[in-house]
């Protein structure tokens, strides 16, 4: 909490706590972080028409854009389902055989056995290879059910969190006009709310926080009705000595309206 004006009449303070802006952008991050590098469609085709430049074609499409690697249709050996162990734990991948090399067919290991529709995609490879009769083989990979759900539930949920307690709270108590002012400003819009005064009973500190728990919001001024307003927002730069502060700054309040401390 900042004080911009302190008088006798007026008492203007305002909240800007950088340190859980930065604290809640990390999580929408890592979900975008993860679309990006672990979210995309594959596919791979090959086609004959007769010639020694028959080519075989993978594809894939991600927020980066899209990929592709050509491999001649004479270089193909086949394709299957590598698995491999680490501590216990079983990850596999469909994996395109060619006399260069091992393309992967995606960008990293699924957990877990080996699923039925890699397999069939390998078979559907090695069956095209064995069958020179068969013109064309077309197979496509999609992300799993799981990351897609997680996903889209995860970055949405996030930065909402984010878009919300990214903001600036000014508070504004004022003897001459009677009015405490409580105004947001943040990625959300402008909200500007006004409250009589007289009506302050009480200025408290959240219930439930406690110097060993953080609260984001722990400040809040009652009214007569039992209504709560929020004042204060807390920086976790300063998580250390929050209580503390959230105190001095009830003391402050309680001080200028003349209530009890």
């Given at each position: 909490?900042?004080?911009?004006?302190?008088?006798?009449?007026?008492?203007?303070?305002?909240?800007?706590?950088?340190?859980?802006?930065?604290?809640?952008?990390?999580?929408?991050?890592?979900?975008?972080?993860?679309?990006?590098?672990?979210?995309?469609?594959?596919?791979?085709?090959?086609?004959r028409q007769g010639s020694s430049n028959d080519?075989?074609?993978?594809?894939?499409?991600?927020?980066?854009?899209?990929?592709?690697?050509?491999?001649?249709?004479?270089?193909?050996?086949?394709?299957?389902?590598?698995?491999?162990?680490?501590?216990?734990?079983?990850?596999?991948?469909?994996?395109?055989?060619?006399?260069?090399?091992?393309?992967?067919?995606?960008?990293?290991?699924?957990?877990?056995?080996?699923?039925?529709?890699?397999?069939?995609?390998?078979?559907?490879?090695?069956?095209?290879?064995?069958?020179?009769?068969?013109?064309?083989?077309?197979?496509?990979?999609?992300?799993?059910?799981?990351?897609?759900?997680?996903?889209?539930?995860?970055?949405?949920?996030?930065?909402?969190?984010?878009?919300?307690?990214?903001?600036?709270?000014?508070?504004?108590?004022?003897?001459?006009?009677?009015?405490?002012?409580?105004?947001?400003?943040?990625?959300?819009?402008?909200?500007?709310?006004?409250?009589?005064?007289?009506?302050?009973?009480?200025?408290?500190?959240?219930?439930?926080?406690?110097?060993?728990?953080?609260?984001?919001?722990?400040?809040?001024?009652?009214?007569?009705?039992?209504?709560?307003?929020?004042?204060?927002?807390?920086?976790?730069?300063?998580?250390?000595?929050?209580f503390q502060k959230a105190q001095e700054s009830?003391?402050?309040?309680?001080?200028?309206?003349?209530?009890?401390?």
């Amino acid at each position: 909490m900042k004080i911009l004006e302190q008088t006798p009449r007026r008492l203007v303070f305002y909240s800007r706590p950088i340190g859980l802006w930065l604290f809640t952008a990390i999580f929408p991050t890592i979900g975008i972080l993860i679309g990006i590098f672990f979210i995309d469609i594959n596919s791979f085709s090959c086609k004959r028409q007769g010639s020694s430049n028959d080519l075989c074609q993978k594809t894939t499409i991600s927020t980066l854009g899209t990929r592709t690697t050509q491999i001649p249709l004479n270089d193909l050996l086949g394709a299957e389902v590598r698995q491999k162990y680490d501590k216990q734990e079983i990850s596999h991948r469909l994996e395109i055989n060619t006399k260069q090399g091992i393309v992967p067919l995606g960008q990293g290991w699924g957990g877990g056995s080996s699923s039925f529709s890699e397999s069939a995609m390998a078979a559907q490879i090695n069956n095209f290879l064995r069958n020179s009769q068969q013109k064309s083989v077309s197979i496509t990979l999609y992300p799993s059910a799981i990351l897609l759900i997680w996903f889209f539930l995860w970055v949405p949920i996030t930065l909402l969190i984010f878009f919300t307690v990214a903001q600036v709270r000014i508070c504004t108590f004022d003897k001459n006009l009677q009015k405490l002012k409580v105004e947001v400003k943040g990625l959300l819009g402008y909200k500007s709310s006004e409250y009589p005064l007289e009506q302050i009973s009480d200025v408290i500190i959240l219930e439930s926080a406690s110097s060993n728990s953080i609260a984001v919001n722990p400040v809040y001024v009652v009214l007569d009705s039992g209504q709560k307003i929020s004042v204060y927002l807390t920086s976790l730069s300063n998580s250390s000595d929050w209580f503390q502060k959230a105190q001095e700054s009830t003391n402050l309040i309680k001080s200028f309206l003349g209530l009890p401390i």
